[in-house]
C-alpha cells in the first residue's frame, strides 16, 4: 500500500476491509498513540500498551462513526487521552495521585502534535527533500558529511536545506489552512 495516502483516503479504504489499509493506520499512528501514553500522560509501560491496544480495538469497532475521515488524527487522539484518563483515575482509586493533566503533562501533549504533524508534512515532500532534512536535523550530520554522501559540494547542501525547509513550511501552514 503506498504510504502516501491522506488520512481521509486512509480511512475510507480501512471502511472498505482493505487489511492492508488497517496495518498502514495502526502503523501510521501507534507511535503518536504510545507517545501520548507514555509521554503526554506518564502511563506506566504496561499501562500504555493496555491503552495502545484498546484505543486500535476501539477505532476498528467505531470507525464507521467517525464523522469526517480527515479528522481521524485529533479522534485518535482523544480518544487515547480519554483513556490515559481512565487508566490514570483507575490507578487514583488505588492509591491518591496529583492532578491528572499537569501543565507539563499539556505542554509534552502539545508537543507531541507538533512533532506528528511535522513527520505527516515530511512524508509528502520528494524524497531528495526528506534524505537532506533527515540528515541534518533527525541525525545532526554536518554539511560536509551530508555533501560526501550525497556527492554534492556543502553549499548545494545549505541551500537544499533552505529550499527544503520552504516546502516544509508551506506543507505545514497548507495543513492549517485547510478547513
Known amino acids: 500500500m503506498a504510504t502516501n495516502l491522506t488520512d481521509a483516503q486512509l480511512v475510507e479504504r480501512c471502511r472498505t476491509?482493505?487489511?492492508?489499509?488497517?496495518?498502514?493506520?495502526?502503523?501510521?499512528?501507534?507511535?503518536?498513540?504510545?507517545?501520548?501514553?507514555?509521554?503526554?500522560?506518564?502511563?506506566?509501560?504496561?499501562?500504555?500498551?493496555?491503552?495502545y491496544q484498546e484505543v486500535f480495538t476501539r477505532v476498528y469497532d467505531r470507525l464507521d462513526s467517525l464523522r469526517d475521515d480527515a479528522s481521524v488524527r485529533p479522534w485518535i487522539a482523544q480518544l487515547t487521552r480519554r483513556l490515559c484518563l481512565d487508566r490514570l483515575a483507575a490507578e487514583r482509586r488505588e492509591q491518591p495521585a496529583e492532578g491528572l493533566l499537569t501543565?507539563?503533562?499539556?505542554?509534552?501533549?502539545?508537543?507531541?502534535?507538533?512533532?506528528?504533524?511535522?513527520?505527516?508534512?515530511m512524508t509528502r515532500l520528494p524524497e531528495p527533500c526528506r534524505e537532506v532534512l533527515d540528515r541534518f536535523f533527525a541525525?545532526?550530520?554536518?554539511?560536509?558529511?551530508?555533501?560526501?554522501?550525497?556527492?554534492?559540494?556543502?553549499?548545494?547542501?545549505?541551500?537544499?536545506?533552505?529550499?527544503c525547509l520552504r516546502k516544509l513550511r508551506e506543507e505545514l501552514e497548507g495543513r492549517s489552512t485547510q478547513p
Not at 489499509?21 to 500498551?49: C, K, M, N, P
Not at 499539556?106 to 504533524?117: N, T, W
Open 139 to 163: 541525525r545532526d550530520e554536518s554539511y560536509r558529511t551530508i555533501g560526501n554522501e550525497l556527492n554534492l559540494p556543502a553549499g548545494t547542501i545549505a541551500s537544499r536545506i533552505s529550499r
Open 17 to 51: 476491509g482493505e487489511a492492508d489499509a488497517w496495518r498502514e493506520l495502526v502503523d501510521r499512528f501507534s507511535r503518536y498513540v504510545y507517545a501520548i501514553a507514555t509521554q503526554g500522560f506518564r502511563l506506566r509501560e504496561h499501562d500504555a500498551e493496555d491503552v
Open 103 to 121: 501543565a507539563e503533562a499539556a505542554a509534552a501533549l502539545a508537543d507531541l502534535d507538533e512533532a506528528f504533524s511535522v513527520h505527516e508534512a
